[in-house]
């Protein structure tokens, strides 16, 4: 791999991952203690209409993706808020209608000659340097926002009730946490993919939950997780001659099952329960 790492295109790679890694280790953790992953996947699945407008009108692929991820977010967030009972119906319909659109468009695109695989399954191998800049300044801003509104996002994790009680604000935190999650969306197809985004996103937070006792722990080792099953991926991928995004999460999921084997075998300490009940706010 010492060698590898001459090449521009597998240092873009190595950094793409990493920046990823630690926004997956931030709002991953977020989107699992608040039990949100439906959500998070239907604005994955949404997000490739964004993939289509962004053919049809001739935009960066960005724009379009980010655009549409951001609105779907807006829609999950204020039908979830307002009538949490019919989220499941509301976030399924923006699922297949997103994915419909992206279809549709793609069809009328003229000279459509775009690879769709690597969307699908990400190129992480193809990221280029101005992609990097985007990368870098969604993960900065991503930190910045969960590290000053941390202690609202812990009390709401734990209880949204009690979060209100403190005066947290709840609405608009639950708003700001989608609109993080669909910048995450955005950042990871890159990487493995829209049909893999969920569980880059999620597995790394899992199982860090085993293993740690605040919220704050889990975002840092998920963070490591997510980092460590990118590059390992990455190294198989270029090694074997495999599609990156699909070993990166082959690696990831030997990893949880070997959790959940440790875990069966020897059980988490009783102090140790719960995340999001493990850290005082």
């Known amino acids: 791999m010492i060698e590898a790492l001459q090449l521009e295109f597998i240092r873009n790679a190595l950094a793409a991952g990493i920046l990823v890694s630690l926004v997956c280790g931030v709002i991953g953790s977020l989107v699992v203690v608040n039990r949100i992953v439906f959500l998070a996947g239907g604005i994955a699945h949404a997000a490739y ?17 980010l655009g549409v991820s951001v609105v779907s977010a807006g829609i999950m967030a204020a039908v979830t808020l307002r009538a949490r009972h019919r989220a499941d119906a509301v ?19 003229p000279g459509y000659n ?12 193809a990221v280029p340097a101005s992609d ?14 969960v590290s000053f509104y941390y202690n609202d996002f812990l009390a709401m994790s734990y209880d949204d009730e009690f979060a209100r009680l403190r005066r947290a604000p709840v609405t608009f935190l639950y708003c700001l946490l ?5 910048l995450t969306v955005v ?12 569980a880059l996103l999620t597995i790394p937070p899992f199982i860090a939950e085993k293993f740690t006792g605040s919220l704050r722990a889990m975002m ?24 990156s995004g699909a070993t990166i999460i082959l690696v990831a999921a030997v990893g949880f099952f070997a959790a959940a084997l440790w875990g069966r075998f020897k059980p988490r300490h009783p102090g140790n329960a719960s995340v999001s009940a493990g850290e005082p706010a």
């Open 132 to 145: 990097l800049w985007q990368m870098g300044a969604i993960a900065v801003g991503v930190v910045i926002a």
């Open 49 to 65: 209409g964004g993939i289509g407008l962004a053919f049809f009108m001739g935009w960066p692929y960005v724009v379009g993706t």
């Open 114 to 125: 775009a690879d769709l695989m690597s969307y699908l399954f990400g190129s992480i191998l």
């Open 187 to 198: 950042m990871i197809i890159r990487v493995v993919g829209l049909i893999l985004v969920i």
């Open 91 to 109: 976030v399924g319909v923006i699922w297949a209608v997103g994915m419909a659109i992206g279809v549709i468009l793609l069809d009328l695109t």
């Open 220 to 243: 840092v080792v998920a963070s490591l997780l997510s980092c460590f099953f990118t590059v390992s991926g990455l190294w198989l991928s270029y090694l074997l001659n495999l599609t």
């Open 178 to 182: 989608l609109v993080m999650t669909a």
